[in-house]
C-alpha cells in the first residue's frame, strides 16, 4: 500500500486542506498520516528519510515571502540527502502555490482551485 505523510511547514498551523487531501488520499486506497501544524524542515527531513513515504504532502497558508524562504530551505534539505524515492506535492493559497511551481520542487501543486475530482484523478495516477 503506498504511503502519504502530510505536514503544514513551518509557523503554519492550518491543516484543514491537508486533512480533506489525506482523507480523499485515504479512499483511493492510500495509507495516510499527518504530522500536523508548524513542522519543521528538520523534521519533514527526518520523516522522509525514517519513514520513506512515497508522497510528502505539505501545505502552508500564510504569507508568500515566508513561504517561498521554507519551500527553498526544504529543497536543499532535501536534496542533500541523495537519491530518495519520496515524491513531494504541496498545496496552498494561489500566491504562495505559484511559489511551489516556481521552485520546480514539486511533482504536483494544488492551489484549491481545483475539483475534488481532479485530486482523485492524481492519486490514481500517482
Known amino acids: 500500500m503506498k504511503t502519504i505523510i502530510g505536514a503544514a511547514i513551518g509557523n503554519c498551523v492550518h491543516v484543514g486542506g ?9 479512499a483511493e486506497g492510500y495509507h495516510t498520516k499527518s504530522m ?4 519543521s524542515v528538520k523534521r519533514i527531513v527526518e520523516a522522509v528519510r525514517s519513514e520513506r513515504p512515497d508522497i510528502m504532502a ?3 497558508r500564510l504569507t508568500p515571502d515566508v513561504a517561498g524562504n521554507l519551500i ?7 536534496n542533500e540527502l541523495g537519491t530518495i524515492q519520496t515524491r513531494f506535492i504541496f498545496g496552498g493559497p ?4 505559484n511559489l511551489a511551481i516556481i521552485s520546480g520542487f514539486f511533482e504536483k501543486v494544488f492551489d484549491g482551485s481545483e475539483p475534488v475530482e481532479a485530486i482523485k484523478a492524481y492519486l490514481r495516477g500517482a
Do not use: N, T
Not at 527553498?72 to 532535501?78: L, P, R, S, V, W
Open 36 to 39: 500536523g501544524p508548524a513542522v
Open 58 to 60: 505539505l501545505s502552508y
Open 18 to 26: 491537508l486533512h480533506h487531501f489525506l482523507r480523499l488520499a485515504e
Open 94 to 97: 494561489p500566491p504562495v502555490a
Open 72 to 78: 527553498q530551505e526544504i529543497a536543499h534539505a532535501i
